[in-house]
Structure formats: structure tokens, C-alpha cells
């Protein structure tokens, strides 16, 4: 059987908290009084939570104390924590389990490659914790994407070479960030914004079982 390492981010891709950080980001800019919408919010995918802050600050053109800018990446966090404190299955994303499920009989090491610092907390909430043979996070990276620390971190964990893996990513920084780690990257969503992607479907259930018979083979 041929291994593959078959890695995932999570936001958009495995669940959809994207919803849950628009809320909490879009909460602290009210209150700082700069308008924040589904736009906006869309530019801060697969960013960093300080490089997210350091935008939303550069709209409105306001500048803070590194005091002050601490306390509000905290204040996001806890009512990002709050909104996701009530997740549960329902949150995995439509068909995802089935490609976890076929990877999983098939013997494909899996990881989770993500920036999220909160990706066990979620990962627990909705029953997946311990399908994963690795977890990178935002607490294992320095580096944020298009930088391909966190999938080669991830290829590692697996001891799978960089070329032989698959990533998953809704965000155009994390397709770059695939290609600049020499890995095949599959986008989720939008086929315009994921064009740098070599594959890009809508969602899983535009996957085939098929499609990942044919990467594992390959």
C-alpha cells in the first residue's frame, strides 16, 4: 500500500469557525468604531490573530499601546473561546467524516495543519481529537502561511516526505503555502481566490472517493 500524508487545515476546511472569529473580530472593532463586514473578515483567512489585529487596526487608521493591543488579541480570544465553547459534530463541515473514514481504512497517515492556537479545543468539542495521527497548530509555528513551516512540520510528524502529501486549504495563503512546501494542494471553496490550488472543489462532497484513490496511488 502506498503512504501518502494526507493533512488538513481546520477553519473553513474541517469546521466552519470562521463564522465564530468573524463575530469576535467584528465584535473589537466595533469597538474600537471601525466597520467590519463579511469582506473584511474574508482577508483575515489564514491569518494570524496579531497580523488580523494589525489590519483591522490599519482600516481604521488607529494605533494602539502594545499594552492595549495585548488586552484586545486576549479580549478577541475569550469571546472566540465562548461562541466555540458550544460546538459539537454538528459543526464538521458536510462529507468530511466519510474522507477522513476512507483515509483512515485505507492506512493514510492524517494531520492538521492549522494556525488556530485553539485547534485541540475545537477538535475535541466535535469528536475528532484523536482520528488525526498528528496536530500542528499555532502553538508549533512561528512562521504564518504563505511560509510552509506548519505542513513541513506536519510531513514530519508523519515521516512522510513533503512531495508525497496532500493538503487541504480554504485560504490562498494556505495554497501557497502548500506549493512552497512541494506538496499537492487541494483548495475548498472558491475557485477563484484558491487559483493557485492544482485541484479546487466547492466542498467534500464534490470529492469522488475516486479522486483520493487516485492520490494515494499516484
Not at 494602539?64 to 459534530?89: C, H, S, V, W
Not at 508549533?140 to 508525497?164: D, G, H, Q, S, Y
Request: glycine share 6%; proline share 4%.
Amino acid at each position: 500500500m502506498n503512504k501518502k500524508g494526507f493533512i488538513f487545515d481546520l477553519d473553513g476546511v474541517i469546521v466552519d469557525t470562521a463564522r465564530y472569529h468573524f463575530l469576535a473580530w467584528r465584535k473589537l472593532a466595533e469597538t474600537l468604531g471601525i466597520s467590519f463586514n463579511e469582506k473584511d473578515n474574508e482577508q483575515l483567512k489564514g491569518v494570524s490573530r496579531v497580523r488580523s489585529l494589525e489590519k483591522i487596526l490599519s482600516w481604521g487608521n488607529v494605533n494602539l499601546t502594545r499594552d492595549r493591543f495585548d488586552e484586545l488579541l486576549e479580549r478577541k480570544n475569550q469571546d472566540y473561546l465562548g461562541y466555540i465553547a458550544d460546538m459539537n459534530e454538528d459543526e464538521i463541515l458536510p462529507d468530511v467524516p466519510r474522507v477522513l473514514s476512507y483515509l483512515k481504512q485505507n492506512e493514510q497517515p492524517i494531520a492538521l495543519g492549522s494556525a488556530s492556537k485553539n485547534a485541540r479545543v475545537i477538535l475535541e468539542e466535535v469528536g475528532l481529537l484523536n482520528v488525526f495521527d498528528a496536530i500542528v497548530d499555532g502553538t508549533n509555528v512561528t512562521k504564518a502561511k504563505p511560509n510552509p513551516e506548519v505542513f513541513l512540520i506536519a510531513a514530519e510528524k508523519l515521516r512522510v516526505a513533503p512531495e508525497k502529501c496532500i493538503v487541504f486549504e480554504d485560504a490562498l495563503a494556505g495554497i501557497q503555502a502548500a506549493n512552497n512546501a512541494g506538496m499537492t494542494s487541494v483548495g475548498i471553496g472558491n475557485p477563484t481566490i484558491l487559483r493557485e490550488a492544482m485541484y479546487v472543489f466547492k466542498d467534500f462532497t464534490e470529492i469522488p472517493t475516486e479522486f483520493f484513490s487516485k492520490l494515494i496511488s499516484e
